[in-house]
Structure formats: C-alpha cells, structure tokens
C-alpha cells in the first residue's frame, strides 16, 4: 500500500512514516503544499494523509486535487483544527475519513484498515482465535456452533481492536482511547478497561478458555495469535 | 416601578393636593374677599353720612331727640341708623352683630361710630345683611373649583404627555440594549434618537461597555481556541513518539512501564485541552443544530456506554423517560456529552450500591427531566460554584478529574437553551432538573 503523508511537523511525519513502515506500507512525505500538489499530480498513491493546517496551502483545496487526479486513493485528513464546519466541508469534499489531532497511531491504522475493507473488501473477516471464531464482518463470537451472544457492542470493539493489533502489546490508555475517544468527559485516569477485559473473560470462559488474550503485566493487554 | 409610571403617579398626586388645599381654602378665602369689601363699602357710606350731617344737617334727621333708622323695606338687606349716644365714649368698629327688624332677627356686618354734633354726642350704624355679603360667594367658589379643575386636567395631559415624549429613548434603550442583551451579540449598533443628553451619553456608555465587555469574552473565547489548538500539535508528537517507542522492540519492560505512565499523563493533557476546546467550540456557536433524537433513546445510549462504571460501584440505574420525547434541532453529539457527563457525574460521586434515577416529567407544560443519584451531595456554599472552570471541590479530590464535567454540561445547555436546577443534600445526594424549552420540544 503506497501512502502519501502531507504534514508541515516534521517530528510528527517522521513518527507516522516510522509506525507505517512498519507496519508494511510504503511511505513517501512532503512537508508543504506545493511538493504535496506536485506528487499528487503525477503518482498513485492508496492513501493521501492530509494536514489541513499546511503554511502554504489551503488543504481542502490539495484535498480537490487528490479526487482529480488519483480518485481511487483514500484520503484521511488530519487536523488540529478541529472545526466543526472544516470536518463536514471535508467530508463533503470526498474525504474517507477525518481525524483530529492529536490521534493515536493505532487509530490511523484502524481507519485506514476500516477503508480497506469498506473499499476492497477484507478477505479473512472471520479469525480463529484458539476455540474461537471471530467474525469482523457480523461482529460475532461463536464457539463450535454456539455463538456467545451476551458480548456488548464496546467489548466486542476492544477485541476487534486488539485483534487488528494483534501480537501487540495495548496499553490501557490506548485502549480506551479507541473505545471512549468520542465522549468529553473530565474522568482523566479513569480506565473501565479492566473491568470490560474481565467481562470477555468471564463470558468466553463459559465455552472455552480465552488463553489469547494476555495481561501483560504493567502494560497492557494483547492477542496472541499462532501466524 | 417604572419611570414613567411614577411620574405619572407622582404629577397626579401633586395636583390632587393642590385641589384638596384650594378647596378647603377656597370659602375662607371668598368670605375674606367678601368682608373686606363690605367694611370697605361700610367705611365709604359712614364718610358720606358723616358729610350730610356735619353741622346743622344732623337735624333733618335727628328730631326732638327721636333717632334715625332707615331700611329697604322689603328684603332688610341694609339699614342705617343714627341716635343720640348717652354714653359718653368714643367706639368706631365693624363687627357682626344681630338685630331685630319688623320682627326678624337678621345677621348684619354693622359699622358702630360715634361722632360730636355741638356738644352732643351720636351713635352711628350702617349694617349690610351677612346673607347678601355671602351670597356671591357660593358661586364664585363653583367657578372658580372649575376653572382649577381643567387646569390640572389640562397640566396632567401635557406633563403625561411630554414625561412620556422625553422618557421614550429610555426606554428604547433599555428595551433593545439591556433586555434583549445576550453574549455574544451579534447584533450591530444603532444608535437611539434622542435631543436629551443624558439619554444619549447613557446609550454610548451602554454600548461602549457592551463592546469591551463582548470583546473580554471574544479574547477569552480565541485565546481558549487557539491555546487548545497549538497544543494539539505537540501532543499529537509526544502521543506518536511515545507509542512508537512503546511498539519498539528494543526497548526493556521497565522502560515501557514508564512510557505507559508518560502516556496516561500526556492523555490526562490532551483530556484537559479537548475539554477546552469544546466548551471553546460551543460557546463560539460552531455545532449545527440539525439533529432530531429520541429522549429515551439517547439517555439509553449514554446507558450503554456507561454501564461498565454502574457495575464497578453495583449502582442500580433507572431510566424513566415517555418513549415518544423528542427534541429537534438539536446537536446529538453535544446532549450525548451532556447526559454522560451528568450520570457520570452522578455515578462517580455515589456510594457503593447506590442509585441514579432518571425521569421524565411534564411540569409547567415543560418537558422536564431529573437525574438524581443518591451520592454525596453537595453543600449549599459550594452549590452556587459547581459550574465554574477548574473548581474543585473536595469530594473530587479523591476522584481523578479535573473540574470540567459540570462546565460542559452547563455550555452545552445554554448552547440549546435548556435550564438546569440542581438542588442537593449533603449525604443523602442530588438531583439535576433539566428544563427543555418548548421549541425543541418535536413531539
């Protein structure tokens, strides 16, 4: 997957190139808008990150270029400004998705894997986890035939989450981030995700053991999976 | 009271004093006009009497000793006599004194006066019947309570009238730049006629203090804004370094252990700095309102989302809301924030097995919708506090926030125009009355 990161903060491009490339995308940068309209211009690219606070260039307007002349790239874009009515005009302008800064990395990865599978069409949507089959796509768990079924919305979320990142350790902060990232709440430390992780447990252990998901100690939790 | 009301009160008082006062003074006044007058008149027929019988002219009327008496016959209205006085002293008054006539006892203003023809002496008297002296003053007092009575009439038309025409810029300026004020304005400004200068100075003062006033909350609102933004780049580069660090294999346990530290701190900045700027963006009227929700859908969605810290405390929670309350052009993701931060709130500060209650009730022909808990309360000094910025208060330090939950349910309220009533106790817990105005009441 080739992704072009238009982002003016160095620190931040170089942190963003580092986490993709690592997590097999190809990366190419530009820091203005100018270079950015020129790559546009004459590259393919699957993914076009673009900040909108660019010191050169409106960037809704580098967003237009990018639907003219690579229409079949998906374009994130990523602010600090984050207006309400630049959000819709972006997303009214072919935006596939909108993240306000500051983000996390593994939620740029998970928007950008979600328009992978909204766009192509992921092919192994279902996962086997040890006794488990989790179904992405119908957001289901079943064990054999029997489907646990009292699984909430938010825990299913966190273990679609960690299941994206899997092999990877979360911290709690990270997780929490994905699941409460849209409330406004002044709860700074409050972390429920111990209680959500002890409830999948205790839900899953009714069919069988959940050994692929781990505590890791002072860390975090993460998914084990064998491939 | 208004201005022009006691104005009115007070010229409409004054002249019903004057006219009591010109009323009780009147007669008295009439009949002193009256008397001396008549004394007057008295005097004028004594000189001339005094004239006709100076020298042997006393004699025509003063015959063998016999006095003098004369008197309209028919109406007894005036009489004058002359008689010679035995006594010998000297009297010259006026006074009222009665006095038989054919019969009648009348009541006259009679002048008494002595005078010397030769060696004797003589007592003169002219009398003028009362009656006659008073009769004209009944109706000179009617004519006189008339002519008064239009003239207050006619003073309190035009004092109404002009108090009114001078009073209007006032309350034109009360009317459009007091009453109808509301931050931030948007309204520009337009000045009020008027030729008083007071009025005029009062209105460029109004208008002047609106203008700082609205540009201290202006500065306050762009320095909230874009203090949040420019710290959302850096955090956003500490957030990246940090999680690539953390994803680094390389790096031992320990270290990680410290990174994972790092980041809950640098989230508990980036919770502050969100916090801001939303209140920033709300207040800076930048959410649409486009949004049709369902009352008891949402509050069931806010449920849902919080449940895990109802378990946590095993806090019994019931939602009580008519299914077919809707509110329109609202912002959903705004009263989201709002309800979550009040049951929050309501489930952070409860006690163990506790309970949260959520009802909806019509009260004044208002949608009106409780969340009460059964937590620590608050007490009544700090109750008046507990929408302000950053106050805490004691029963939040033992809990990790950080003082903007109320504070975002507050702007987001008014952002919709819904009122909030909190009443609490301490120790027994508090309830927060949420007042849906009527015109996003959609049902």
Known sequence: MNVLIVEDEKALTVEMELFLTGNNYICETCFDGQSASEKIATNLYDFILIDLGLPDYEGLDLLKEAKRYNPEAACIILTARAEVTDRIKGLDLGADDYLPKPFSLLELQSRMQAIIRRKFGLKNSVVVLGEFVIDLTNRTVSHGDAVVNNITKKEFDLVAYMLLHKNRTLTRSQLSEHIWGSVVNDDYDSNYIDAHIKNIRKKLNAYGPPDWLETVRGLGYRINTNN | ?443
């Not at chain 2, 002048?111 to 023809?117: M, R």
């Not at chain 2, 690539?244 to 809950?264: P, T």
């Not at chain 2, 007490?379 to 805490?392: D, V």
């Not at chain 2, 809990?399 to 504070?407: A, D, H, M």
Request: aromatic share 8%.
């Open chain 2, 1 to 443: 009271m208004k201005l022009g009301t006691k104005l009115t009160l007070f010229n409409t008082l004054s002249k019903l004093v004057i006219v009591v006062l010109f009323v009780l003074l009147l007669p008295a006044l009439i009949r002193d006009i009256n008397t001396k007058y008549t004394d007057n008149w008295l005097r004028n027929q004594k000189d001339k009497v005094l004239k006709l019988v100076q020298g042997p002219g006393i004699n025509n009327y003063i015959k063998n000793g016999e006095g003098y008496g004369s008197y309209n016959a028919l109406l007894k209205e005036e009489y004058i006599s002359m008689d010679i006085d035995s006594a010998n002293e000297k009297i010259d008054t006026i006074g009222n004194e009665p006095r038989l006539v054919e019969g009648d006892t009348i009541q006259y203003r009679i002048l008494s006066h002595t005078f010397k023809v030769g060696k004797q002496n003589y007592l003169l008297e002219i009398g003028k019947s009362v009656r006659t002296i008073n009769e004209t003053a009944t109706p000179l007092q009617n004519i006189a309570f008339e002519i008064l009575l239009g003239m207050v009439f006619l003073t309190i038309l035009a004092d109404q009238f002009y108090s009114t025409y001078v009073l209007r810029p006032l309350g034109r300026i009360i009317k459009t730049k007091l009453i109808a004020l509301k931050f931030p304005t948007h309204t520009p400004y337009r000045k009020v006629h008027t030729s008083t200068s007071d009025f005029e100075y009062l209105d460029i003062s109004i208008h002047k203090m609106i203008m700082t006033i609205e540009s201290a909350f202006q500065k306050e609102r762009e320095f909230i804004s874009n203090a949040s933004h420019e710290l959302m780049t850096p955090i956003s580069i500490l957030q990246s370094k940090i999680e690539n660090m953390f994803g680094s294999e390389e790096i031992n346990d320990d270290v990680k252990e410290r990174l994972v530290e790092m980041q809950r701190i640098l989230n508990r900045l980036k919770s502050i700095t969100k916090t801001l700027l939303l209140i920033s963006q709300i207040e800076n009227e930048q959410f649409l309102k486009e949004d049709t929700v369902e009352v008891a859908a949402l509050i069931q969605e806010v449920y849902d989302e919080i449940s895990i810290r109802l378990q946590e405390k095993n806090i019994t929670c019931t939602i009580d809301v008519p299914e077919d309350w809707s509110l329109t052009r609202v912002n959903k993701f705004l009263l989201f924030n709002l309800f979550f931060n009040l049951i929050n709130n309501a489930a952070k500060y409860n006690k163990e097995g506790g309970e949260i209650n959520i009802t909806g009730r019509m009260e004044n022909k208002l949608c009106v919708v409780d969340v009460a808990d059964t937590g620590i309360g608050i007490s009544a000094e700090q109750l008046p506090q507990i929408f302000n910025r950053f106050k805490k208060f004691t029963r939040s330090l033992l809990q990790e926030s950080f003082g903007l939950g109320l504070p975002i349910v507050k702007s987001i309220a008014e952002f919709h125009k819904i009122k909030i009533e909190v009443s609490s106790e301490e120790g027994i817990g508090s309830t927060f009355k949420l007042i849906f105005p009527a015109e996003i009441m959609g049902k």
